[in-house]
């Protein structure tokens, strides 16, 4: 079973506008952390920003903030004033506390920022 | 500190031939990974390792790979022979694993694998 999905293969966002890239996830292991990377075409994988299932509130890292729905098991990464320089796959992770800190990808999202 | 530090950073080679990768991880961190990424089927876990020992190599893709950490400063994953459906990017990840979830693993840069 997918462990995490993320639905939208491409994303087209203008320049300035904020995004919300998808994340949904499915644990049964109450301890877990949910991690977004970015890849710009370079291929370097840079970490964004972390969420722990215990946490009561949701993430933020400069421009990066995660809405975090528990009950849905959603994740999703929400970049406000998006940049030219946002253009780029993102991946949402997971790890679960039983999983021997083995992280999960979803299938990315490819993000496109015009001006 | 440097970082994740994968060699080569590109390899070409033909069908047939061996071909290792090396990384060197973070000091201190104690578990390492290798992914393989590709169009395809993106970013996938072939093996990992914690405090050199390997704990799951089920994402090893067959008998023709083989991954091996000596020590807690190098790791390999040898192709052998290699086909061309093994061209990727082949990246190496480490992080200081412990109770908690929230470490963040740290990428090398990756090794572009072309296999003619």
């Known amino acids: 079973a997918q462990k995490i999905t993320q639905t939208q293969p491409g994303m087209f966002v203008q320049e300035k506008e904020a995004v919300t890239l998808d994340c949904t996830y499915d644990?049964?292991?109450?301890?877990?952390?949910l991690f977004w990377y970015k890849q710009p075409s370079s291929g370097e994988m840079i970490f964004l920003i972390y969420?722990?299932?215990?946490?009561?509130q949701n993430a933020t890292e400069g421009r990066y903030s995660l809405n975090f729905q528990k009950a849905r098991k959603s994740a999703n990464l929400v970049i406000s004033a998006s940049q030219l320089g946002d253009s780029a796959m993102y991946f949402c992770?997971?790890?679960?506390?039983?999983?021997?800190?083995?992280?999960?990808f979803g299938q990315g999202t490819r993000l496109t920022i015009n001006p | 500190d440097a970082g994740v530090i994968q060699s080569p950073r590109h390899e070409v080679t033909e069908m047939g031939q061996e071909v290792t990768l090396r990384c060197k991880p973070i000091s201190g961190h104690n578990s390492l990974f290798w992914y393989r990424q590709t169009m395809m089927r993106g970013l996938e876990l072939l093996i990992y390792?914690?405090?050199?020992?390997?704990?799951?190599d089920s994402g090893m893709p067959e008998d023709r790979f083989s991954a091996k950490m000596p020590n807690a400063s190098f790791s390999t994953l040898k192709i052998q022979p290699s086909e061309p459906r093994d061209s990727a990017v082949y990246f190496c990840a480490s992080v200081f694993s412990g109770t908690s979830v929230d470490n963040e693993q740290f990428f090398g840069p990756g090794t572009r694998l072309t296999v003619l």
């Open positions: 969420q722990g299932s215990y946490d009561q």
């Open positions: 992770a997971m790890r679960e506390a039983q999983g021997a800190q083995k992280l999960v």
């Open positions: 644990t049964s292991d109450p301890s877990y952390g």
């Open positions: 390792f914690n405090n050199n020992v390997p704990i799951d």
